[in-house]
């Protein structure tokens, strides 16, 4: 404490001798210090001080020597101040610099100045610079930060929550941010960290990235998700909407949404925001557009009707072709197994392809024999599904496709359907009908010679 006298004692003689007042002391130091030929300085900042205003500076100068002008401060540390001001250290929690060294004069200027609040320097945020640089390279600044405002959430002096945080960290966000409080408040999925951990994703000062986010989508949504990284970054099939920049945001909303898994929009009206029009996969390889195979269609597959692409489609990555949730054979002909129907196999029962005669298990059957069986469950070149059926829609019933790919040539199929039965006239084989009740006695033809090569598509 001695040296914070001497240092007083120091600068006032120092500051008195610089200004070439030391020889014409006042003989009462009290009340006649702001004459014009002492310290009149004091009285011409913008703002003054109560008791400097008053010419009263013995509350705060004890005179040591009036004879050499000398003086101590009246009162030791913080008191001197706090005689006047006690409201500064009666919170929960000090700031540093009135805590350790109670020192007020850190920021202000104990006889006023042209700053607001006596303030040693320029502005509030110039003042908090001298000790902290919390938007150092940071290339976008949150609001207040840069109307230089730090007072507005922290007080500058001490406070009933941490970090010197003036509002319960809970509400702070929410005393400005209506517009999300209320999405909070009102929508019916609410993003867990967005229920008070806004830190979590947001640097409250800034950052150098848009929105004050700490990172970018996806990498962002990684930190916490690191699941649905491992499946968008290592799944045999991935999707591109997944792994661009970000990614995450393009289908769900960071904070809370009124549609199940926190999606922007229903699933369906998501999706069709790019597989609105046909896209090039790879060079040569197409992806048809969404739209177009359901447009005008009379049958809507069950699924699609309900706008259920998740019952077929993974949104993130996939181990299966198409981004299906399971197992369906891209080709026309596949050696039958079970396992690769599981797409199908998970809404209708595979028991329509496993017996060879029934009754009631399809009726794509002759009499009793099953059809599918016979068409499906061979060990060679078993037809797979898309040979005959569509999956998103159709104009036939049962969706029955109109054609078949054959090169680059689309074999027409002409399915008719009766009441008990139905036929086809497909180009590579002869016509040939069913009819559960009367079976058709097939006169034996040539086997059928079709020989459809083609990949993909439908
Ligand atoms: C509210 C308390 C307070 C009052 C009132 C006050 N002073 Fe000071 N004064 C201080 C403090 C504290 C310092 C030391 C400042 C520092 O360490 O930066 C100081 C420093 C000084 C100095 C040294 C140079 C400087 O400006 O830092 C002079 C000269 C001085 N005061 C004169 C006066 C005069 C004259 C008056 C009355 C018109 C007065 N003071 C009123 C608290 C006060
Ligand atoms: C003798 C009483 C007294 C002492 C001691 C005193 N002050 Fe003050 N202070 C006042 C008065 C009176 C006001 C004017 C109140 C007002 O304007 O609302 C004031 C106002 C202030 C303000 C507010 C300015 C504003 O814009 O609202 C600050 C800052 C301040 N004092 C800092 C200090 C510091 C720092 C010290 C210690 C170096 C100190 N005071 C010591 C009486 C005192
Ligand atoms: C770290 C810097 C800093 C220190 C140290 C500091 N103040 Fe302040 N003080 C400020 C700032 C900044 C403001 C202006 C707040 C605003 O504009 O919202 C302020 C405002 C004030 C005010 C005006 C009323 C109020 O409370 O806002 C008073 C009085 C005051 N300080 C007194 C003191 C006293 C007494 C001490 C020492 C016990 C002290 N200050 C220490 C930065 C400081
Ligand atoms: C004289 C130096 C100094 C000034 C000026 C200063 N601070 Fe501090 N501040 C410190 C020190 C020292 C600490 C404690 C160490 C740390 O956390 O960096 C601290 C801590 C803090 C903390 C963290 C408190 C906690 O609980 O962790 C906040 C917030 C803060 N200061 C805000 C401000 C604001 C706002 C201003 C301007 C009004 C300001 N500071 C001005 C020195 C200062
Ligand atoms: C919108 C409110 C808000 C404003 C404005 C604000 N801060 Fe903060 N500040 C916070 C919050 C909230 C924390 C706590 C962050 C955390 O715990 O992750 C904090 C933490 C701090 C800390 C503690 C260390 C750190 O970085 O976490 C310091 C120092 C600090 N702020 C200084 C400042 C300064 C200086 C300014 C003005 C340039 C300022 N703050 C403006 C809300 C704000
Ligand atoms: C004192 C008022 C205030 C408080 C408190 C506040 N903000 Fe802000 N915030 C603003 C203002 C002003 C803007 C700028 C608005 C604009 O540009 O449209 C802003 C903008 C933002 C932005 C968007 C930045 C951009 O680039 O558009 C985010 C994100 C944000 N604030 C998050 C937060 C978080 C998180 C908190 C709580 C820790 C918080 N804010 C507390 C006033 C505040
Ligand atoms: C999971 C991460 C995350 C959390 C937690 C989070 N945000 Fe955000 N916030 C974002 C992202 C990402 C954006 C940018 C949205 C965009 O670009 O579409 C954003 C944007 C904002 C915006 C700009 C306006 C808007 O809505 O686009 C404000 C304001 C905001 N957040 C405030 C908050 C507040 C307040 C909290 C805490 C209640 C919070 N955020 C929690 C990620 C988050
Ligand atoms: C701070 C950690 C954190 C971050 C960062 C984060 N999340 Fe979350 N998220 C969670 C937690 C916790 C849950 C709830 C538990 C769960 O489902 O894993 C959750 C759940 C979700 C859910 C499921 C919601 C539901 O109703 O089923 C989605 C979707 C989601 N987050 C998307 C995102 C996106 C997009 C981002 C990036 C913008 C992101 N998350 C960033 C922590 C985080
Ligand atoms: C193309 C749209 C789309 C994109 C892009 C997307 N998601 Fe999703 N996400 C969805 C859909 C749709 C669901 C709901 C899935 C369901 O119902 O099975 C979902 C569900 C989730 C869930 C909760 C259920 C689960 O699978 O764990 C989390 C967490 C999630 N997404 C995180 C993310 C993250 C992180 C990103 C960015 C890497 C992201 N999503 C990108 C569409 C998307
Ligand atoms: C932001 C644009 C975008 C959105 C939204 C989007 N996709 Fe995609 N999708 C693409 C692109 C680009 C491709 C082709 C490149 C690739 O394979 O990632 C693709 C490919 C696909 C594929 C074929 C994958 C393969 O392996 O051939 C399927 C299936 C698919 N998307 C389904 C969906 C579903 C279902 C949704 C809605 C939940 C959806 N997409 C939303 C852009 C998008
Ligand atoms: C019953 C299962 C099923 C449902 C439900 C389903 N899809 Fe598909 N989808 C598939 C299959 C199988 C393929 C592969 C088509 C092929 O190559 O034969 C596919 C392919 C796609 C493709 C790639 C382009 C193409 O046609 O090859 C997109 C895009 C797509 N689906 C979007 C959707 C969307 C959006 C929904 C929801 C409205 C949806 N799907 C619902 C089974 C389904
Ligand atoms: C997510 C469940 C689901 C999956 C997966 C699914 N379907 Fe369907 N499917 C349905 C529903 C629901 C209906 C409508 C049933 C009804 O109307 O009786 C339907 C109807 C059909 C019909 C027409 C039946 C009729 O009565 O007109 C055919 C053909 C069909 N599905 C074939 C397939 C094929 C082939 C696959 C595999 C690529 C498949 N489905 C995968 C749910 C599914
Ligand atoms: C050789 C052509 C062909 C193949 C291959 C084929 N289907 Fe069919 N499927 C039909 C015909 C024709 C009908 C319509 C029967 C009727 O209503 O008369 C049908 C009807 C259906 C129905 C409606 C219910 C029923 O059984 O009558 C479902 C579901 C179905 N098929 C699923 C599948 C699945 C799953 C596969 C692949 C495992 C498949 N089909 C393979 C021709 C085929």
């Given at each position: 404490m001695l040296k914070r006298i001497d240092k007083f004692v120091i600068l006032l003689i120092s500051a008195l001798v610089s200004s070439g007042f030391a020889v014409e002391k006042p003989t009462t130091p009290q009340g006649t210090c702001l004459t014009a030929e002492c310290h009149a300085d004091y009285s011409k900042r913008a703002y003054v001080h109560g008791p400097t205003a008053l010419g009263d500076c013995k509350v705060c100068h004890k005179p040591l020597n009036p004879q050499e002008h000398t003086y101590e401060p009246a009162r030791e540390g913080p008191d001197l101040c706090q005689y006047c001001h006690l409201d500064q250290t009666t919170k929960k929690y000090l700031h540093d610099p009135l805590e350790k060294k109670g020192d007020c004069v850190q920021c202000h200027d104990p006889h006023g100045s042209d700053n607001n609040s006596f303030l040693?320097?320029?502005?509030v945020a110039d003042s908090c610079k001298e000790c902290h640089e919390v938007t150092k390279d940071m290339k976008f600044l949150h609001g207040p930060i840069a109307a230089g405002e730090c007072t507005v959430c922290h007080n500058p002096h001490g406070s009933?929550?941490?970090?010197?945080?003036?509002?319960d960290p809970n509400e702070l966000c929410f005393t400005c941010h209506e517009v999300t409080m209320n999405e909070l408040k009102k929508f019916e999925f609410v993003h867990e960290p967005a229920k008070g951990e806004c830190t979590g994703c947001h640097d409250v000062h800034g950052a150098n990235n848009a929105q004050m986010l700490i990172d970018e989508a996806p990498k962002l949504c990684y930190s916490c998700h690191e699941d649905i990284q491992k499946i968008a970054e290592t799944s045999k099939y991935k999707h591109s909407a997944v792994t661009e920049k970000d990614s995450c945001l393009l289908c769900h909303t960071p904070h809370a949404s009124t549609v199940k898994s926190g999606l922007k929009d229903t699933p369906i009206k998501l999706c069709m925001t790019c597989h609105d029009k046909p896209i090039e996969k790879s060079k040569g390889e197409i992806l048809e557009a969404f739209t177009a195979q359901i447009e005008g269609k009379k049958f809507l597959h069950g699924p699609v009707a309900e706008q259920d692409c998740a019952g077929c489609h993974t949104s993130h990555g996939s181990e299966h072709f198409r981004l299906l949730v399971k197992e369906y054979p891209p080709q026309f002909y596949a050696p039958f197994s079970k396992e690769n129907y599981g797409l199908c196999f998970s809404c209708h029962s595979e028991s329509m392809v496993l017996t060879r005669e029934t009754k009631n298990l399809t009726d794509f059957r002759n009499g009793n024999v099953n059809l599918h069986f016979l068409h499906v469950n061979k060990e060679r070149r078993g037809r797979t599904c898309r040979s005959c059926h569509t999956t998103h829609a159709s104009n036939l019933p049962r969706h029955i496709r109109k054609s078949v790919p054959y090169g680059k040539w689309e074999l027409p199929v002409q399915y008719k359907k009766t009441k008990t039965g139905g036929s086809c006239e497909p180009g590579c084989h002869l016509p040939y009908a069913y009819d559960r009740r009367a079976p058709v006695e097939y006169k034996k033809p040539k086997p059928p010679t079709a020989n459809a090569t083609t990949k993909g598509g439908q």
């Open positions: 040693s320097s320029r502005t009933d929550y941490e970090r010197l945080l003036d509002i």
